[in-house]
């Protein structure tokens, strides 16, 4: 058998085909049945060697991260995932790279009901591309631009940890207890879909907490005032890095002060903690009263 394909239906035809799959891998394309009266979600993001991971970082978590990136853009949209497509540049065909690399990617998708339906596999730069296709209810998808003046900010967990994660891995160990958060960042699926009708406007934090606000601020048209006070008891390690630190995966979003109490409700449930951590005002962009942030900005591969 032709060794490409040999390799594909070893390692990544090991899903069956449910979840509304007609034709899954092995085809030229895959076909899919979306439920009535729902739209169809799809997100993107690659991950490169040097850029997005170190040199050298396992197989393992790698395969755990391509996926979780893309869940957390779900988790972001207030939706539910059930395909995806993983595009694989490696350098040479090592087969226990790919059974690690596997390992964790099937048993992130498993976990929440996403089947592999197609994908591609090139010789290059180590690069991992995943799409995934999924759905919400019509009209049901939390986006970037519905934040209010007079609404609360919240975020979940910790933001800033996994900045702390990453740098304990460039240097090798440093803080071993903080690279969970960058290794294997917990996409909130859960709780976004849960955030349906209560959340005004949402974001995931992939590219820091400030950035990222100013992202909801921007596309809303209204200003974002954070909390001190609020933020050094939400984030990990001082503050004002916290913000900046991307790859935390965490949720930020608005909620009418109508909803405060029926999020509170919810978020008993919840295994991450929900901070309040400022408010939504008229006006443009963030601020964070007592400190300047004009100069201070996330992550941005093009900036100049
Ligand atoms: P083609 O040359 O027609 O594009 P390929 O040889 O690239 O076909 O792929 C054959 C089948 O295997 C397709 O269904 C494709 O979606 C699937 N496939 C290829 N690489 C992967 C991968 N890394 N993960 C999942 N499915 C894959
Ligand atoms: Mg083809």
């Not at 979600?41 to 790698?62: K, L, Q, W």
């Not at 995932?81 to 993983?86: K, R, S």
């Not at 940890?161 to 859960?190: D, W």
Request: glycine share 10%.
């Amino acid at each position: 058998m032709h060794r490409e394909t040999e390799i594909i239906r070893r390692y990544f035809d090991r899903q069956r085909n449910n979840g509304g799959v007609i034709i899954g891998i092995g085809d030229d394309a895959a076909a899919v049945k979306l439920p009535a009266g729902v739209e169809l979600i799809s997100a993107i993001d690659t991950i490169v060697e040097g850029v997005h991971f170190p040199r050298g970082f396992p197989a393992n978590d790698i395969g755990y991260r391509v996926l979780a990136v893309n869940l957390s853009d779900f988790a972001a949209m207030g939706a539910q995932p059930a395909w995806a497509l993983l595009s694989l540049s490696m350098p040479s065909l090592d087969e226990l790279w790919l059974e690690s690399f596997c390992d964790s990617f099937f048993e992130l998708a498993d976990a929440h009901a996403v089947v592999l339906i197609g994908g591609d596999l090139v010789s290059g730069p180590l690069a991992a591309t995943v799409t995934l296709l999924g759905s919400v209810p019509e009209d049901a998808a939390i986006t970037r631009d519905g934040a209010q003046p007079g609404e609360i900010v919240y975020v979940t967990g910790s933001p800033g940890a996994a900045a702390l994660g990453l740098q304990s891995v460039m240097k090798h160990s440093e803080c071993p207890q903080m690279e969970r958060y960058f290794r294997r960042p917990v996409p909130r699926i859960t709780e976004g879909r849960a955030l349906r009708g209560i959340a005004s406007s949402m974001i995931d934090l992939s590219d820091g907490l400030l950035t990222d606000a100013r992202h909801i601020a921007e596309e809303s048209a209204v200003q974002i005032t954070l909390d001190a006070a609020a933020l050094n008891d939400t984030v990990s390690g001082e503050l004002l890095p916290a913000l900046c630190g991307g790859d935390d995966y965490e949720l930020l979003f608005t909620v009418p002060t109508g909803k405060e109490q029926a999020l509170a409700a919810l978020a008993t449930n919840w295994d991450c903690a929900v901070s309040r951590v400022g408010r939504v005002g008229t006006g443009e962009g963030v601020t964070l009263p007592g400190y300047d942030l004009e100069n201070l900005s996330g992550y941005d591969h093009f900036s100049v």
